[in-house]
């Protein structure tokens, strides 16, 4: 259709034809501050070691993280997750390992509060799957995973990991009312400014296997997740999640994954106003790397699709690309 006569006075590309003007009007600014950066360690000595499916992404022994914190405070990235690969003879079927007190996640948050005090956060997993012979979140009877009896274990892990010094006690387990039980056991123990940050919308989804690789869990993986982690099909049922999660105590909640799940993110944070954290997880992320490593794409793709978290509502993004395109940011 040809359009012909005087045009409208309004030209939404005025505001287009320069950079400057660009810079002007965006509505959503992505920078180093929205970066979360997730660290996977292992046992040993002097270790950097490469994850299959995750090109860039490393496994650090203790001693050698340094080699990717000096980078992540460098950038003044606010904080890192820690992630363990545990060593398959310290598995069980309890997943008893949580609750060492020298395990490798213990190690990395005392090296890291010794030799960085609070330049930098530490966010820990609260979660079973690393450490059990079955890949399950929770304890196992007769095949079900048990609710209360994991909730159990849980408190305890969280309560281990902010004696050693975690700052954000994250619970990624999707077990109902673990929330409001932790909190509880948190305060009890004097670390009421210890923060928790849920996984208040973690959904079973088929984006996952990489990071199963990378904590070691993906081949011992008994069935799926689905009794518990959430449906992908459903957004309102993780309105319910979020809700139960704030009223329990929770100070900032989560979305995983994140680019499949963009509408849930934005439905949370219009809903209630409370941060919300992204998780662009390994399979978006590995996605992406191969479309780089193939020339396909480049690295602005990885500008875009954090931004898209942005424009969202989300708060945060917990993302394997952040020290990759942290200097490409304010």
Request: glycine fraction near 6%; hydrophobic fraction near 40%; charged fraction near 25%.
């Amino acid at each position: 259709m040809i359009i012909t006569g005087k045009y409208p006075n309004l030209r939404l590309r005025r505001n287009r034809k320069t950079d400057w003007s660009r810079r002007l009007t965006q509505e959503n600014t992505l920078s180093k501050n929205d970066l979360i950066l997730p660290i996977f360690v292992i046992d040993g000595n002097k270790k950097k070691q490469k994850i299959k499916n995750m090109p860039g992404v490393y496994r650090y022994s203790i001693d050698n993280l340094s080699l990717i914190l000096n980078k992540a405070i460098k950038y003044k990235i606010p904080m890192v997750a820690i992630f363990p690969y545990i060593n398959q003879k310290l598995k069980n079927n309890l997943g008893s390992e949580a609750l060492n007190k020298n395990n490798l996640v213990c190690k990395a948050i005392k090296y890291i509060k010794k030799r960085y005090k609070n330049k930098i956060g530490i966010m820990c997993d609260v979660a079973l799957d690393p450490f059990t012979s079955h890949g399950h979140d929770g304890l196992i009877k007769n095949g079900e995973i048990l609710n209360d009896e994991t909730i159990n274990i849980l408190i305890k892990q969280a309560l281990i990991q902010a004696e050693m010094g975690c700052d954000v006690i994250a619970p990624s387990d999707m077990m109902d009312g673990r929330i409001g039980q932790i909190r509880k056991a948190l305060d009890k123990k004097n670390f009421k400014n210890v923060q928790i940050l849920s996984y208040s919308a973690k959904y079973a989804s088929s984006f996952y296997g990489p990071f199963r690789e990378a904590v070691g869990s993906q081949t011992m993986l008994k069935g799926d997740k689905k009794t518990y982690q959430m449906d992908y099909r459903n957004k309102h049922e993780a309105i319910r999640e979020v809700a139960l999660d704030i009223k329990e105590g929770a100070d900032m909640v989560m979305v995983k994954p994140g680019m499949p799940y963009l509408d849930v993110i934005k439905t949370i944070k219009e809903n209630f106003k409370i941060p919300v954290i992204a998780y662009q997880v390994s399979g978006e992320y590995s996605l992406i790397m191969n479309g780089i490593n193939k020339g396909i794409i480049d690295d602005r793709s990885i500008i875009e699709s954090l931004s898209s978290f942005k424009r969202a509502g989300a708060n945060a993004i917990i993302t394997y690309f952040a020290d990759r395109i942290v200097k490409k940011l304010i």
